[in-house]
């Protein structure tokens, strides 16, 4: 069984740098999803895919924030010159669409530590 | 804004207990989704709810909407060990009436369930 894959699952990076994560959607989901989850909170919503088009961008998606899912495959979330303040857990989840809205597949997140 | 507020955030009880966690919004949603998150891992989907009124159950877990799609409860049975996680409710925004599966989720409910 082949869920959704997210690489690195941890990155402790120096305040300044530049750091990129990978999903890799469950193969025939058509909808990628990225969302930020903070310690003792739920998920947050920050951008979603439809094949390769991002049809949406949240507001919490500053312009050092950049997605990209170039052959509507997998997707990349780089965050150019980190800042303290986004240091969290970054989740990636894909759905088809075919079925019941909104049950999203989650993957296993990548947990950014900015020192 | 939509916000999904969750009571309680914590809940810490003896194996064998009952329990029941709330989600309540004053915004109407499509649908609503229970998730649990386990530590370090992505949520995982337990059961998604659409009409007004409905209860799902799952084993020793029950789910039910509002009539007017606004609140849900998850009432757990003779909680186990094993429920221990966090718990999420999220409810879909339907954007013209097409669901795309962005989530307002809840702040959560940490359960604890001690031997």
């Known amino acids: 069984d082949t869920g959704v894959s997210q690489d690195p699952r941890h990155k402790i990076t120096k305040r300044g740098q530049n750091v990129t994560f990978r999903c890799d959607p469950i193969s025939e989901h058509n909808r990628l999803y990225w969302y930020r989850q903070t310690l003792g909170q739920g998920p947050e919503f920050l951008t979603y895919?439809?094949?390769?088009?991002?049809?949406?961008k949240s507001r919490l998606l500053s312009d050092r924030f950049s997605a990209e899912r170039p052959k509507g495959s997998f997707s990349t979330l780089e965050i150019q010159r980190t800042e303290q303040g986004d240091s969290a857990m970054y989740l990636c989840a894909s759905s088809s669409g075919q079925v019941s809205p909104g049950e999203l597949f989650f993957g296993e997140g990548s947990r950014l530590t900015v020192l | 804004t939509q916000l999904l507020e969750q009571s309680p955030q914590f809940l810490s009880i003896q194996e064998g207990e009952n329990l029941t966690v709330y989600c309540n919004s004053s915004s109407v949603f499509s649908s609503l989704q229970w998730y649990r998150q386990e530590p370090g891992e992505g949520p995982v989907l337990l059961v998604t709810?659409?009409?007004?009124?409905e209860v799902k159950k799952l084993k020793r877990l029950t789910f039910q909407f509002g009539d007017a799609r606004k609140d849900s409860s998850l009432h757990i049975t003779a909680a186990q060990p094993g429920d221990t996680g966090l718990y999420l409710c999220?409810?879909?925004?339907?954007?013209?009436?097409?669901?795309?599966?962005?989530?307002?989720f809840g702040q959560g409910t940490i359960l604890t369930v001690h031997p």
């Open positions: 895919f439809q094949n390769e088009a991002q049809l949406e």
């Open positions: 999220a409810g879909d925004t339907n954007a013209g009436g097409t669901s795309y599966g962005k989530l307002t």
């Open positions: 709810v659409v009409t007004g009124g």
